[in-house]
């Protein structure tokens, strides 16, 4: 990828640097004439100079923007053709898997326990196809704009405990492999519905990317009256800092590393910073690099104001 786009980029600053090498040779020839310099410029000479040096800046402006444009386009259409090549082995895999079974079942009769262990192996295969339509469809509606931020009362501490439950129930995971701790029953101002999908994406991203055994901590806690704060932490692969931020973007995945250590759209994270704006919070992730497991701050507007009870886990 540093290739391909190396080649635009590399042509945008060669254009630039000629732009900027004529109009510097340009001011120097209008300025050549000795009789110009010590008599002082003309009106017409000033105007031309001016205009000149305006037209060379807009035309360097231009270039530059266009350069970055360029730039940011190669990368986007490169990110999308990764996630078409994702979404194709999301669906294809299950899909022949699903075949498979379906042809075994017709053409043979396996006796009750192999039948159930075939049926079984199928509901995963729907459900990885289901969840990949899913993702797809949230990545779309997540960049609705509201006008305003919802405002129904979510209990936090039950909403983490359910999804917290799903996580454990699905990669069946010990109680310890995901531990909640708050220092308070906060209740936050948001989507219940869409909250869930941020705390489930987040979750199914600690787990796919964290090491066996897996440890998980999520907290609650307050930040004045007015904002929740909720940390998900995992002692996992990590993130290279220089990624933290781009890991957001719509289809980026973190480096090829990560890309053949678990299969991914490239749109949970995505999904997550939409919805987390749409209430009307922010989300932040923060990790000292590969292999340094990696936190993820989500921040919502508190419902109100809370009371103090012992720590919870």
């Not at 270039?63 to 990764?82: D, H, I, T, Y």
């Not at 509901?123 to 339509?133: C, G, M, S, W």
């Not at 509201?146 to 799903?166: A, F, Y």
Request: with cysteine.
């Amino acid at each position: 990828m540093r290739r391909s786009v190396g080649i635009p980029l590399a042509l945008g600053i060669g254009l630039a640097i000629l732009v900027v090498t004529l109009a510097v040779g340009w001011q120097i020839l209008v300025l050549d004439d000795p009789e110009s310099l010590t008599q002082g410029l003309s009106t017409r000479d000033w105007m031309m100079l001016v205009l000149g040096t305006v037209f060379f800046a807009l035309v360097l402006a231009g270039l530059v923007a266009l350069s970055a444009w360029l730039v940011r386009e190669m990368r986007l259409n490169q990110r999308q053709r990764a996630f078409l090549d994702a979404v194709t082995h999301e669906m294809r895999t299950p899909l022949a898997s699903l075949r498979l079974y379906l042809e075994t079942l017709d053409r043979h009769d396996p006796d009750p326990q192999r039948r159930k262990e075939f049926l079984a192996r199928m509901h995963l295969d729907v459900e990885r196809l289901a969840h990949t339509v899913e993702q797809v469809l949230l990545a779309a509606r997540s960049e609705e704009h509201r006008r305003r931020p919802p405002h129904e009362h979510v209990p936090l501490l039950d909403l983490l405990e359910e999804c917290i439950g799903e996580m454990r129930a699905r990669h069946d995971l010990p109680a310890s492999a995901v531990q909640l701790h708050a220092s308070a029953p906060a209740s936050v101002r948001g989507n219940r519905a869409e909250l869930a999908v941020v705390f489930r994406n987040l979750l199914e991203n600690a787990v796919k990317y964290s090491d066996d055994p897996v440890a998980i901590h999520v907290r609650v806690a307050e930040r004045g009256e007015e904002r929740v704060e909720v940390v998900i932490s995992d002692s996992g692969i990590g993130i290279p800092p220089r990624e933290l931020r781009k890991i957001f973007q719509r289809f980026y995945r973190a480096g090829r590393d990560v890309q053949r250590t678990a299969a991914g759209l490239g749109l949970g994270l995505f999904i997550v910073r939409n919805l987390v704006r749409r209430q009307g919070g922010r989300v932040v992730a923060r990790s000292k690099g590969s292999g340094a497991g990696s936190r993820f701050v989500v921040t919502l507007r508190a419902a109100g104001p809370t009371l103090t009870q012992p720590e919870r886990s």
